[in-house]
């Protein structure tokens, strides 16, 4: 059982539990002023750091390790995500009130792209995105926030991984969980603190992928499909054979799902 899970899961898996969804959590003082202000100061100022980091990355070949700490640190205290596979995705929107669609902050802070692939969810009469300012898109205040059912949602999740999303879910100040997102590796923010200078800003499913070797074809597809470096090949049997280094594999599931040979499952940790 991870960390997270002993501190906020009462001996479950720790976003499957219900108090980390909790109206109460939405009212404490602290966590409003931070959402009313999440997209400056968490999305675009942390762009703005990040191209300062990249380049030292570059020039160093590496950051400090009290750095590195730190904002591993700070991302699990404010706004920490975690990989989820598409089973626990449909499980999790299953169960909420209401879901609404908004437009992707990082992509739109990266490169101006309205994408919609960040869901807000809510558990309970009083969805936390009521007072959600729009105007960081260009639009009106209230403009922007579509309302979805249940059904709909999980299928338009389900249709963005099969173009290549990691399905992850985000606090709004830990422990309170407000977001599912559907990344990829050029448009999150977190995902590209993760490839481009190995700052981990969200953590592994609970999950890993493991290869059949009996069942691999050695087409390379799998290697294609993951966004994080974790698969490579090696000669068995005569062929080549796919292999997944645990340590590396965040445990999404998209290897599976571009295996037509069935040869990719996901296992607990």
């Not at 109460?24 to 959402?35: E, G, H, P």
């Not at 087409?219 to 993951?226: E, I």
Request: charged letters at 25%; glycine letters at 10%.
């Amino acid at each position: 059982m991870c960390e997270f899970c002993t501190e906020h899961g009462d001996g479950k898996i720790w976003y499957m539990n219900s108090k980390n969804y909790a109206q109460d959590l939405v009212s404490d003082l602290n966590r409003r002023k931070y959402m009313e202000r999440f997209f400056e100061t968490t999305i675009k100022d942390g762009f703005e750091t990040l191209g300062r980091l990249e380049a030292l990355f570059r020039k160093k070949g590496r950051l400090p390790g009290a750095l590195k700490s730190a904002m591993e640190a700070r991302a699990r205290v404010e706004h920490f995500g975690q990989v989820l596979p598409i089973e626990e995705i449909r499980e999790l929107i299953a169960r909420a009130d209401t879901v609404v669609r908004m437009p992707c902050a990082c992509r739109w802070t990266a490169r101006k792209e309205e994408k919609r692939c960040c869901y807000g969810i809510a558990f309970g009469p009083e969805p936390w995105y009521a007072n959600v300012d729009m105007k960081y898109f260009g639009k009106a205040p209230d403009a922007g926030l579509e309302a979805l059912t249940r059904e709909n949602a999980i299928r338009q999740m389900e249709e963005m991984e099969e173009q290549g999303a990691v399905h992850t879910i985000w606090t709004l100040m830990t422990p309170f969980i407000g977001a599912v997102c559907n990344c990829s590796l050029d448009g999150c923010l977190a995902l590209r603190t993760l490839s481009g200078i190995g700052v981990e800003t969200l953590a592994r499913a609970e999950y890993f992928a493991r290869v059949d070797e009996g069942l691999c074809t050695g087409c390379g597809l799998c290697s294609q499909g993951c966004q994080f470096g974790a698969i490579s090949a090696k000669q068995a049997h005569g062929r080549d054979i796919a292999v997944i280094e645990p340590g590396k594999c965040f445990g999404c599931g998209l290897c599976r799902r571009t295996c037509d040979a069935g040869a990719i499952s996901l296992e607990r940790r």
